[in-house]
């Protein structure tokens, strides 16, 4: 009799198991399905934002992506417990944001804005610097600092233009990838969202921003250089093929897909 209970228990235990392994596949295979679902809209997006900087066209989409960026610095400090920080940083943003925070008001090298200095400041205080790097929410003072250099390339050398445009063409394909995957899922796959935006930052990152600074450095400066030039249009035309690659590097080497 304990014999036979003995193996009814272990079949159970075999039949629970393999039953486990196969709700893990099932969901494997659709969290599979919906990242590539999602990097096809991510794409899109990405492209429309090159397309955009390449007429120095940069105000729409960098608001877009401060937008995000804060909104989910209010939805972290809500998370944590912070309540009233999260309440006074969202309604002094809705304040900006309304009436434009003075994007084209720039300054040498000083921050775009005093209030972002501020908010990142207080996030930093409040939230400690494990989760600022977790949630890309230091991303705040890439924008700050940046965007001064950025929207002015007459003013600087290729150098120093690239220095800062890098960075922050990677932060504003982040949050504008974040942004358009959230919009339209939700649940666990709203939470991949931040995964898959680590894919066009490092496609950006590494390939594509160099070039496209230093295109859009020369087309406002009327010096152009072909040989970047030719770079950065076959990068361009193959923005699928590098962020595909991004997916494979950041797999492979430890990083956020893992």
């Known amino acids: 009799m304990k014999r036979l209970l003995s193996a009814v228990m272990i079949f159970g235990w075999v039949v629970a198991a393999q039953t486990v392994a196969l709700d893990n596949k099932a969901w494997a295979d659709e969290a599979g399905e919906s990242e590539s679902a999602e990097l096809v809209k991510v794409e899109g997006e990405v492209q429309g934002m090159i397309d955009d900087f390449v007429e120095q066209r940069f105000a729409t989409r960098t ?9 989910v610095s209010v939805s972290v400090l809500r998370d944590k417990g912070f309540e009233e920080d999260a309440l006074e940083i969202q309604s002094q943003w ?22 972002l200095a501020k908010t990142y400041d207080k996030l930093e205080a409040k939230l400690g610097q494990k989760v600022m790097v977790f949630f890309r929410l ?22 120093e233009y690239r220095l800062h445009f890098v960075p922050f063409a990677a932060a504003t394909s982040f949050w ?12 666990w796959v709203n939470w991949l969202c931040g995964t898959i935006a680590e894919i066009p930052r490092y496609a950006v ?5 160099p070039c496209l600074g230093a295109k859009i450095h020369a087309m406002a400066n009327g010096t152009p250089n072909f040989l ?10 193959d923005l699928h093929e590098l962020m595909e690659r991004s997916r494979r590097e950041l797999n492979l080497t430890g990083g956020s897909l893992q």
Not at 138 to 159: E, H, M, Q, T
């Open 205 to 209: 990152g590494k390939w594509v921003a």
């Open 94 to 115: 809705a304040m900006f944001s309304a009436r434009g925070i003075g994007l084209f008001d720039l300054g040498d090298h000083e921050p775009l804005n005093q209030w």
């Open 176 to 187: 504008i990838s974040r942004l358009t995957c959230s919009l339209v899922t939700t649940g």
């Open 63 to 71: 608001e877009k992506a401060l937008n995000a960026l804060i909104t």
């Open 138 to 159: 230091g991303d705040i003072k890439i924008f700050n600092y940046a965007i001064p250099v950025v929207f002015s390339p007459r003013k600087w050398d290729l150098n």
């Open 228 to 237: 970047e030039d030719a770079l950065f249009d076959e990068q361009k035309l």
